[in-house]
């Protein structure tokens, strides 16, 4: 069973940045896609960011130029650099890691954009 464990959340103005972490507990985090999800209030989740095994980024539109997923192996960490923040990028930003069939979700981490 693998957990991840998000850090890194908290309340920023307009334009501002943070910096998401996301620790997988597993042994075999090399193995995994990474991605982060978020959800607003009364809104589906959506998909954010995704980093394949190999290092290959896919972002959602809104968030390119702006936000950067990136990982580091051998700390068994996902990282979501988040800069130029906008109000509709509030939110609850989940970690997600997938390595068919298998998919784990961490608890979230509230993002607050709000001056």
């Known amino acids: 069973q693998v957990q991840l464990v998000e850090s890194g959340g908290g309340l920023v103005q307009p334009g501002g940045s943070l910096t998401l972490s996301c620790k997988h507990s597993?042994?075999?985090?090399?193995?995994?896609?990474m991605a982060w999800y978020r959800q607003a209030p009364g809104k589906e989740r959506e998909l954010v960011a995704t980093?394949?095994?190999?290092?290959?980024?896919i972002y959602e539109d809104s968030v390119k130029g702006r936000f950067t997923i990136s990982r580091n192996n051998p700390e068994r960490t996902t990282s979501l650099q988040m800069s130029s923040l906008k109000p509709d990028d509030t939110g609850v930003y989940y970690c997600?890691?997938?390595?068919?069939?298998?998919?784990?979700w961490g608890q979230g981490v509230q993002v607050t954009v709000s001056s």
């Open positions: 997600n890691a997938k390595l068919d069939p298998r998919e784990y």
């Open positions: 597993g042994s075999i985090f090399r193995a995994f896609n």
């Open positions: 980093i394949t095994i190999s290092g290959r980024t």
